[in-house]
């Protein structure tokens, strides 16, 4: 017997019109989730961290939400995901660096998560220098290195992992 506890899950899709990127996602209530991700995209505190820069690149505006599929029991709710995440490739933001196998320091890792455990460094920070096309804490400049309190900071669609990394390349003092 299904229950209402098992079904009514929703497949939805967040694009950029303006690139065509995607990230899928899977609510029970997908117009509340779609409030969500727009209230931490406005507030700069999005867990995708290229679903935030597009955002602060493009605005609101060239973002829209499409449902995919609807009525999904629990079981299937991960495995149409994941169909839908794969069939978008390399245009999903799901399907990026966050979830994908990564070599840091010639250790082959099936997650950045697990190579941010292992090596003892902050997951975002990792996220960030694997993404700058880093693959071995030796390449990464002494000055990159923020103190532990650094907060990333997005100018013109560019991440800096601090107002101080960001005033620096862009010649400002940080004040």
């Known amino acids: ?9 929703t497949v939805y899709k967040i694009t950029c019109t303006k690139n065509g990127r995607a990230y899928v996602g899977v ?6 989730r779609w409030r969500k991700h ?3 995209l406005a507030a700069g505190s999005h867990h995708n961290p290229e679903l935030q820069a597009d955002y602060e690149r493009y605005g609101l505006g060239a973002f829209r939400l499409d449902i995919l599929e609807d009525g999904l029991i629990a079981p299937a709710k991960a495995v149409r995901e994941n169909v839908w995440i794969s069939s978008a490739g390399a245009k999903a933001y799901n399907a990026t660096l966050s979830n994908r196998p990564c070599v840091w320091n010639g250790v082959r890792y099936p997650t950045v998560a697990a190579a941010a455990r292992a090596s003892k460094i902050k997951y975002q920070r990792l996220l960030y220098w694997i993404s700058q096309g880093y693959t071995d804490s030796s390449q990464i400049p002494t000055e990159t290195h923020p103190p532990t309190w650094a907060i990333p900071v997005i100018w013109n669609g560019v991440q800096y992992e601090s107002i101080t990394a960001a005033a620096a390349a862009l010649g400002i003092h940080p004040s």
Do not use: F, G, L, Q
């Open 1 to 9: 017997m299904v229950t209402e506890k098992h079904c009514c899950y």
């Open 27 to 32: 609510s029970n209530d997908a117009a509340r």
């Open 38 to 40: 727009k209230s931490e």
